[in-house]
């Protein structure tokens, strides 16, 4: 328990320590009153499945289970898509809002390398509300 009159000190500097993903769990049912859909899809050796959760695009080995990630998303992604040849993955994000300017909203499709989870296509500002499909 911690005594009510107990503050703790307030710093503006970043933590020391930085944290590094490595495995996450679960995938998003829900935007509002629709289903998310299509989220998992399957390499193309099978070896591997891919899905979105929170801001992360995710390729999972499926007999290891080891992850890795796109990580190159603002906020939560609600929408999915691969290539048929399983090269490249789509994304599609909720709509941010911008601290800067709160009437335009962040809102931003990602297409990324399903490799090498590198960014080669960014569709920004194009869209007002959150990208539901792509």
Request: positive net charge; contains cysteine.
């Amino acid at each position: 328990m911690t005594p009510p009159n107990y503050r703790p000190t307030q710093k503006n500097e970043p933590p020391i320590q930085d944290l590094k993903i490595e495995h996450v769990w679960g995938v998003r049912n829900l935007y509002i009153n629709d289903r998310v859909r299509n989220q998992v899809k399957y390499s193309a050796d099978g070896t591997s499945c891919y899905f979105i959760t929170a801001a992360l695009g995710v390729e999972m080995d499926l007999k290891s289970q080891e992850q890795s990630f796109y990580q190159g998303q603002s906020d939560d992604l609600i929408s999915f898509a691969i290539t048929k040849d399983r090269k490249y993955c789509a994304t599609g994000q909720m709509a941010e809002l911008n601290k800067s300017n709160p009437l335009d909203k962040i809102v931003d499709v990602h297409v990324w390398d399903a490799h090498t989870k590198q960014m080669k296509i960014k569709l920004a500002r194009f869209h007002k509300r959150a990208v539901v499909i792509v």
